[in-house]
């Protein structure tokens, strides 16, 4: 249960990491959720969201699954997906560590707390609040993604397609063949869409809102999932659940293991008294991603086994260490609306 994941208050009036320095980084974290097959700690959403209380600033920075980072439980590179599994691997227990370990190699920032959601609770969340409201210029439509095959398995993925996945070596050998099959419940319906207008989306609708990225990118993707996350908040303080604990800590209490966090319950408790005392809070985004103003970008001279990959431009993390060190005092990037 979530309780066993935080310790006995000590006292509200100590001082959170971070707090004292003035700005308090966490890492959050979105995946389909331990004992699911199909990836079910690969990490779908990787945001370093930061705080500055005194000057009523939040902001989001929003990390590509694609991007090639060192990986600490495994030794070698791998993307930065994949670094939640590795930690996980062998009863570890070192999923949140090592992530937070590679966001701070990336950013720059100390990442001072890190919480992990898996789908089921993004769901429970959602509809907990009775939904988030939402405005689209035009309608959404995802027709790919979700009929999409993966590596045949025995819970989900379960229909054969008579195809696979074939993994080479560097010389072109292939090594090994996977087969792929379909599932046959097909995920947010197979094709999902959502009209152009307003509309409320319950935690299921909000769940593909985010997830979806075929027939856009990644990178859009991480827009999305920003978007929700200020939705969330902004539903969150007009019902009143932000400006009383108790309902906080019943919510994480009924999400039980569907959440992970580092932070103890005093901690929480802290965090939550500094960010409801936030009055016109101003909100900072990036979402690092393959172009010039998105600092990273996609090599072509790599072995083909490797796949599709981004590399921060220059060959290392400079460019990303200022920019989330002057992220409160650079100009809005390109408006992030839903879409």
């Known amino acids: 249960m979530f309780q066993a994941l935080v310790k006995n208050i000590p006292g509200v009036n100590n001082e959170i990491k971070g707090e004292k320095e003035g700005r308090i980084n966490v890492l959050v974290l979105g995946m389909r959720g331990e004992n699911i097959p199909s990836g079910g700690l690969l990490a779908d ?8 209380p005194k000057e009523n600033k939040v902001s989001m920075i929003s990390i590509p699954r694609d991007l090639y980072v060192n990986n600490p439980s495994w030794g070698n590179k791998s993307k930065v997906n994949a670094v939640y599994v590795a930690g996980e691997e062998n009863g570890k227990k070192q999923g949140l560590e090592d992530m937070k370990k590679v966001a701070q190699e990336v950013t720059g920032l100390p990442i001072h707390y890190s919480a992990s959601i898996n789908f089921a609770g993004f769901k429970q969340i959602i ?49 090994a063949q996977y087969p792929l099959c379909t599932n046959p419940v097909k995920e947010c319906g197979g094709n999902f869409s959502l009209p152009a207008g307003k509309q409320t989306l319950n935690g299921e609708k909000a769940l593909c809102y985010v997830r979806s990225r075929a027939t856009s ?51 929480m408790q802290r965090f939550y008294e500094i960010y409801k005392n936030i009055s016109n809070l101003q909100i900072y985004q990036r979402v690092l991603e393959n172009s010039a103003e ?46």
Not at 45 to 52: D, E, G, K, N, P
Not at 236 to 258: V, W, Y
Not at 318 to 323: C, D, E, R, T, V
Request: charged share 25%; hydrophobic share 35%; aromatic share 8%.
């Open 127 to 175: 509809d907990a609040i009775g939904g988030v409201e939402i405005t689209l210029d035009e309608s959404f439509q995802e027709p790919i993604q979700f009929n999409e095959p993966h590596v045949c398995d025995s819970h989900v993925f379960t229909i054969p397609t008579g195809k696979f996945e074939i993994k080479k070596n560097k010389t072109g050998r292939i090594t």
């Open 294 to 339: 998105g600092l990273l970008y996609n090599p072509t001279d790599i072995p083909k086994e490797v796949g599709y990959i981004l590399l921060p431009i220059g060959g290392n993390y400079n460019s990303i260490y200022q920019m989330a060190k002057d992220i409160f005092t650079l100009p809005a990037q390109s408006d992030i609306k839903p879409k």
């Open 45 to 52: 959403t990787i945001i370093v969201a930061s705080i500055i």
């Open 217 to 267: 990118s990644d990178f859009e993707r991480a827009k999305r999932q920003q978007i929700i996350i200020q939705l969330v908040k902004d539903k969150m303080f007009s019902t009143g659940t932000l400006t009383d604990f108790s309902k906080i800590n019943g919510i994480l209490n009924a999400l039980g293991n569907n959440v992970r966090t580092d932070m103890e319950l005093w901690e």
